[in-house]
């Protein structure tokens, strides 16, 4: 059978037809020989987010954004989403809006509901959320940091003129002078500490036995502190305690006159009789110094006694009286 002419360029432009537009399905990301299903997701704000965008699962290109069109009534946006029938998505998954990075543009990743096992049914709303990309996250962090900087640069800037209207050539002056004279003292306290040093190396057997010594008093001073321990100390401040105690009792009855010491302390006719019965011993005494032929008489020829004649001062009469 012949071919005419006709049917050849028939067959052709019917061929090119096709293949313009697979060409253009393809290019719009949608496979001819794939079944779609078509769903909705709600969103208040898309961030860029363009038609033909990836719908992504777990990493994986499940589907396109096929349209976004607004809501007149409510200002929302309304995206339409073309997913691939063999990935079953539950009717509680979310479509949540991503960066995937700095050069890509946005994209839709399905978070699965797994708990849910009732699958969308095409041309459902699915649940949409906005994640925070990666640009917009270090841009909300970049913000504040640039605010903090600015206000650091302010404060930096009237520190410096503070410091250029405080600062005068002669302040200036006296400032080198004073960072002059403080090199000088730091290289004499180097001077300083290198000397210390020799010191130390030069009498570093001298330190050691010091030091050694110390080890030693120290090492006797727990043998001590442990027969003081062993000692029963407290046993012994308890009966010293005790022993004040009664102490303190004898001297309370001595203050207050009880007993024969008491009566001895607080007895004034007793002081009274004690100081006159010294008085006229003492008197006695004198008496018997000054004339002790009266007292003791010893006479070969038999002489009278003289008369007894009573001192001038007689201080107990005085007493008696």
């Known amino acids: 059978m012949k071919i005419t ?4 360029t028939a067959i052709l432009v019917i061929a090119s037809i ?15 020989f794939t079944n779609y299903k078509t769903f909705y997701v709600e969103y208040d704000n898309v961030e ?49 809006i991503y960066e995937p990075g700095f050069i890509g543009g946005k994209q839709i990743a399905i978070l699965p509901d797994f708990n849910n096992k009732v699958p969308a049914v095409e041309g459902q709303k699915l649940i949409g959320e906005m994640k925070l990309g990666l640009t917009s996250s270090v841009s909300e ?29 002669k302040a200036q002056e006296d400032l080198k002078i004073s960072l002059s004279e403080l090199s000088k003292t730091m290289v004499q306290f180097n001077k300083a500490t290198t000397s210390v040093n020799g010191l130390l190396d030069e009498n570093k057997s001298q330190i050691k036995g010091m030091v050694t010594n110390f080890n030693k ?16 100390l407290g ?26 010491a008491g009566k001895l302390l607080k007895d004034e006719a007793l002081y009274n009789n004690l100081k006159a019965t010294t008085k ?19 006479s070969l020829f038999g002489k009278k006694n003289k008369p007894y004649v009573a001192p001038i001062n007689d201080s107990i009469s005085k007493v008696k009286n």
């Open 5 to 8: 002419r006709e049917i050849k």
């Open 141 to 169: 962090k970049l913000v504040p940091l640039q605010q903090k900087l600015e206000k650091i640069m302010v404060n930096v800037d009237n520190l410096l003129s503070g410091l250029n209207n405080v600062l005068d050539k």
């Open 280 to 298: 006229e011993l003492e008197l006695l005494l004198q008496d018997v110094r000054l004339s002790p032929t009266r007292y003791v008489n010893v």
């Open 48 to 96: 860029g987010l363009a038609p033909s965008a990836s719908v992504t699962l777990n990493g994986l290109i499940i589907g396109k954004v096929n349209s976004i069109t607004i809501n007149d009534n409510s200002g929302k946006l309304l995206v339409e989403l073309q997913l691939k029938t063999d990935f079953p998505i539950s009717k509680t998954s979310i479509a949540s």
């Open 18 to 32: 096709l293949l313009f537009i697979w060409g253009y399905s393809f290019l719009k990301g949608r496979d001819l």
């Open 235 to 260: 046993k012994t401040v308890k009966n010293l305690n005790g022993t004040l105690a009664k102490v303190d009792g004898i001297m309370s009855d001595l203050n207050s006159g009880k007993g024969s």
């Open 217 to 232: 008093v120290s090492s006797d001073f727990s043998k001590i502190s442990d027969s003081l321990n062993k000692a029963d």
